[in-house]
């Protein structure tokens, strides 16, 4: 019994941890399963392979559902808390990896099970949890979080453009010049705005080619906005870092003073020892 | 008669404001209201939806055309300074939004009334004053005032540019490759110069192509500059936001100190005169 | 003949510079003028406008050609030094302003000349060389120069890029699918690597799409380098105008610090008065 | 013998560096002859100059196979260590200019040697090798380097939100609209999400341009992601350039100076031990 207990640790460690070699190796084994699994699904949408490995395409796909439904198994009966793991982000995840081999036997239709077996992806960033990646992340991850507000502000400024632009080009260029209703003039005014350009739509009036320009040189020039936001705040983050020295006071112990201080802002007193020459030369 | 005053008074703040609970309530409902309104004016312009529904969206209008002119007509009334009000840009905005309506019964070509009732959504924008995302607006329009000139001087090259390779295109490519005239040649520029790229019109001969060329690489380099310009105001706006306080050092003169700071970092001197235990309470 | 010498001094002024109510107000029109001239330049280019007005604009065009005529023979009459005028810069630009019209009575085929008439338009620079523009337009110069290297080693690589990446689409794709020679397809790599994607020639084999994608994410990425040049050196000019304190060292008269210096770290003595506590909290 | 060493030695100095006239002019020829093989690599493609001028091409390639086979000898033949010069990446691109043209006599289809003989471009970068352009690439590649792990975080994070709006593009529009299979639907994505925008592909469903817009909207607010990271290393890059030394104070331990601080500035005391006269020479 306790061998057993022993060896469940033992697997946790390996499954749910990246810092010993047999947990990555078991991560690496887990990264290239999942990617094997997303290459099967693209080439299965193309027409010609699935008509030449169609069965085949089948038979992998019910073979990495297997070895995800026994990781899926494994991960519940292993893990100390199995509830918490669950419905937990991860486990809901792991879940759905395994639901879309065994829906397609309900539905005939299993189109829309693509979408969910392209998901299985977001496994990835699992197994890249412990990395060095990981630290990075969270720093571009903090910088976002910081200027969320600002992109909001953001969004719903560029929303009242394109629809504010999109409203105009439908009135200037009409149903006749491709601009058949507010909607798509809307869509017509993302794709100028972001500078996307597809040409599926274009304004063929001269008034509504000069409101086009003017859509242009907008986008073009605010895309300064949420670049320039993000780098501000990336910025910030990255120089947070060191800006202050932690040196207590030793009259105050006040902790965190300006790396320049020469004495403490709270109580006035000097930060360290200074040079001899005082007496004669200070004094208020 | 002085109950009257302090409903009057209750209901000011509500329409008015959104720091009590009944006015946050009254500005959900106004912003649901008027994303209804836009929802109706677009679903309208879709052909098919017109046809089918033509008479139900026009009750709707009709209906939210009453909303919005009782609010605007309880806005004068409770209004303290009703003339203010009613020239207020919001005033306007709120006028702008119950007329569309009555004017469509004027003239029967109500195409060009689409655009005011889309204008109509820049009421969000009032429910939004109150919020904390007011402040974060404020900061980027702190930065975009201080880039203001930078930005015309940008602009001002810009327009030099796609003007002068505008004209080099039309002289090039002339009008047997699409290049009609100078005006629609600078319609071209600013579509690449932008990197919007429609596709639209195209250069055909090796000359045009490799001006081409010229144009794409100078817009994708020249994209930098408003970036830059509003990145480093920005930088300096978040910068100056109120870390520091501005008080001079009576001693040194130091200019800039920690918001929580008693005594200068720099000379050990007190930012501010003390109360009296000072003299026997300054060293350790 | 003193009085002819008063009055050419005060043309002079009025129209070489800007700081005189009189020499604005002839800025103004000049600028009003070269603007017209410009408008009538691309309203005759034109088909429709050409046919019905082109005998009007013809003679706008000699108005605007007789107007810069007898500017420019002021401008050499009344400058004190007509030969440095003539050669400087705007003298050839104000002299090319003159030249179209009487060009095209010389040459049946005038289309070359359309370029010269826009490039009046460079004379709007020279209206506002004494604004408060000028300096901001510096500022970005200053900028520009001092990313000048960073921005040839980019432009290189971009260079060697695009060529890379054409030659190899070239061989892909070949000329069955649009890519008819290596010129071309590097055309076509500048656009997708800009993402301007015109769209003109697209990559149809399956590989060709693959590279494509991985030359629209270069370009996508890569963008990054020149819009964080520029910032960069835009951010440190920006920062470069009082990072320093200008407090001489009362010993050694070392005349700037930093900012947050206590002593002078050339002779190590104190810049400032100390506090009085000094001597029983300091020394080494 | 002596001699022949002495001229072997100033023909090394000549051919692998350029801090003299001699290398200098060397490289100049050096770099005029590859850029000639590129254009003639260029125009031999062009279908019309091709007919014409095919011969001439072909001898201008043997000229200049000639003339790097020669230079490449020569290396070898100089080169102290001609082994390690060998193997060296510019060894093995030297090698590769001067394969091309033997290759194209053993193999017919020579299509597959235009990208060696391309290649051959890169040869340009050791001509810039010891320019001070030099020192400025290397800026940049360290900017870059030091953001290397947060661009691999960004670049995963792309390719997953590729995936998933190209399967998701897939589902909702189909293949009688043009994505005809989810590697397809990706590159369409790709299109889509860095501004590019073909058209090639486009959505024609409502819900599909209603995704389309979504993908849009990301792509123009997340290019602000590798902009500001490297912007922000590349400031980093750039403060860190050697304006400070990092040497601790032995009194306070503050570690970073003036390059020409004697003193700590921020307790007065000696950065290192002074000569002997420093007891009776401290004070004013």
Redesign the interface.
């Known amino acids: 019994m306790d061998k057993l207990q022993d060896w469940r640790q033992r697997l946790y460690i390996i499954i749910f941890f990246t810092n010993t070699p047999a947990g990555q190796r078991f991560d690496r084994y887990l990264l290239l399963t999942i990617l094997a699994s997303?290459v099967v699904?693209?080439l299965d949408?193309?027409?010609t392979a699935h008509q030449d490995y169609g069965d085949l395409f089948m038979a992998l796909e019910w073979g990495f559902t297997s070895v995800f439904a026994i990781e899926y198994a494994l991960r519940i009966y292993i893990s100390p808390k199995p509830r918490e793991y669950i419905f937990s982000f991860y486990g809901l995840i792991d879940l759905l990896a395994v639901l879309p081999a065994f829906l397609a036997l309900l539905f005939a239709d299993a189109?829309?099970l693509?979408?969910i077996r392209?998901?299985r992806?977001?496994r990835?960033?699992r197994v890249?949890k412990l990395t060095?990646?990981l630290s990075?992340?969270n720093?571009?991850l903090v910088?976002l979080r910081g200027s969320k507000?600002?992109?909001?502000?953001?969004?719903?400024s560029?929303s009242?453009l394109v629809?504010?632009y999109g409203?105009?080009m439908?009135?200037i260029e009409g149903?006749q010049n491709g601009f058949?209703?507010?909607?798509?003039s809307?869509?017509w005014a993302?794709?100028?705005?972001?500078?996307?350009?597809?040409?599926?739509i274009?304004p063929n009036t001269?008034l509504g080619?000069?409101l086009?320009?003017l859509v242009?040189?907008t986008?073009?020039?605010i895309?300064?906005?949420?670049?320039?936001?993000?780098?501000?705040?990336?910025?910030?983050a990255?120089r947070n870092d060191g800006h202050h020295m932690e040196h207590p006071c030793?009259?105050c112990a006040k902790a965190e003073?300006?790396?320049?201080?020469?004495?403490?802002?709270?109580?006035?007193?000097?930060?360290?020892?200074?040079?001899?020459?005082?007496?004669?030369?200070?004094?208020?």
Chains 1, 2, 3, 4 share one sequence.
């Open positions: 997303l699904v693209m949408s193309v027409d189109q829309y693509l979408i392209v998901i992806m977001l990835i960033f890249l060095p990646y990075q992340a720093f571009l910088a507000q600002k992109i909001v502000v953001f969004l719903l560029v009242t629809i504010v409203t105009l439908y009135v149903p058949t209703s507010i909607p798509k809307i869509y993302v794709v100028t705005l972001t500078t996307v350009g597809f040409g599926d274009v001269a080619q000069a086009a320009t242009m040189i986008g073009y020039s895309i300064a906005v949420p670049t320039g936001i993000f780098t501000a705040e990336l910025a910030n990255m030793p009259n003073h300006d790396n320049a201080a020469a004495y403490c802002n709270r109580c006035g007193h000097a930060l360290f020892p200074h040079r001899a020459q005082e007496p004669d030369g200070g004094a208020s």
